[in-house]
């Protein structure tokens, strides 16, 4: 079906209008409520689910908002789970959700070491992590500690490159909860 530019323009207010709607929602709760529970209507995502490039209907909302699940399979098992892997240069809003029982963060490093060959040592005087001030790392942006049942919407200005999304509470980032992320 052959559509005219007036098309365009009506989806694209449509899909601002739902990502507003998204990040007021999400967002919200950092304006003196809890984030706790907080329940956002995000097309196409489900919890628990393992998103995909496939499957990444925030992807075709707005190629600059990646969902992201946090959470554990098992006692011995955890993952970070991306709606997409790559995005835009410019400004990513990552709407991260801890889906799991245990607290998690979400931390963005610029770097050219893959997602899953940073060496585990101690950091910040704690055993069982990365270190986020090594040679050739930077940590762009993080969320901070998150409690289970919680989401919220982590904005970065993101330049072309190689990045590696963990999770660096102790053992977690040893337990599997890292990814690689592109930007171009």
């Known amino acids: 079906m052959k559509r005219g530019p007036a098309y365009g323009a009506w989806a694209r207010t449509g899909s601002l209008t739902a990502v ?3 990040l007021l929602v999400a967002c919200g709760a950092a304006g003196g409520g809890s984030a706790r529970n907080t329940v956002a209507f995000i097309p196409g995502y489900t919890p628990g689910a ?35 892997v790559a995005a835009p240069a410019g400004k990513v809003t990552f709407v991260v959700t801890n889906e799991g029982t245990k607290t998690h963060e979400f931390v963005v490093l610029a770097t050219k070491t893959p997602a899953d060959s940073f060496p585990i040592v101690s950091f910040e005087g704690e055993a ?12 762009v942006g993080e969320t901070g500690d998150m409690d289970p049942g919680t989401t919220t919407a982590l904005t970065i200005d993101l330049a072309s490159g190689h990045y590696a999304v963990v999770c660096n509470l102790p053992g977690h980032y040893a337990m599997g909860m890292h990814q690689d992320f592109w930007v171009a």
Do not use: C, F, W
């Open 50 to 84: 393992s998103p995909g490039p496939s499957t990444s209907a925030m992807s075709a909302l707005s190629p600059g908002i990646v969902t992201v699940a946090l959470g554990e399979t098992d006692q011995s098992h955890m993952y970070i789970h991306l709606s997409g």
């Open 128 to 139: 069982n992590r990365i270190d986020e001030d090594a040679k050739g790392v930077s940590n």
């Open 20 to 22: 507003a709607g998204l």
